[in-house]
Nanobody, 123 residues
Framework: ERLVESGGGLVQPGGSLRLSCAAS????????MGWFRRAPGKASELVAA????????YYTDSVKGRFTIARDNALNTLYLEMNNLKPGDTALYSC?????????????????WGRGTQVTVAS
């Protein structure tokens, strides 16, 4: 099982980025997926999650209305569209595979993690 993130970078406040997570080695369409982030000195935080069949999503309060999680089961790819980025969004963003079809907010429910892609929001 493997997850590889891409799409991070340096962006000014108010800017946008689209993160991608390419999955391989497992049946992507059978598992819920999540995006986590970790800022320096802070605990890992679930940013967004999506069920296996794309019928339900979750967003942490600080990103509601700005971030959109999506998946393309035909391409085995997870996405995170991030708009109106703020300095507080600066973190290492990682995608993770849940243990089942329904997402969980608990990091321990995710059994496979990517290495992450750095997002830095600064002027």
């Amino acid at each position: 099982e493997r997850l590889v993130e891409s799409g991070g970078g340096l962006v000014q406040p108010g800017g946008s980025l689209r993160l991608s997570c390419a999955a391989s080695g497992f049946n992507f369409n059978l598992y819920a997926m999540g995006w986590f982030r970790r800022a320096p000195g802070k605990a890992s935080e679930l940013v967004a999650a999506i069920n296996s069949d794309d019928d339900r999503t979750y967003y942490t309060d600080s990103v509601k209305g700005r971030f959109t999680i999506a998946r393309d089961n035909a391409l085995n790819t997870l996405y995170l569209e991030m708009n109106n980025l703020k300095p507080g969004d600066t973190a290492l963003y990682s995608c993770a595979k849940s243990q089942g079809q329904l997402f969980s907010r608990a990091p321990r429910s995710y059994g496979c993690w990517g290495r992450g892609t750095q997002v830095t929001v600064a002027s």
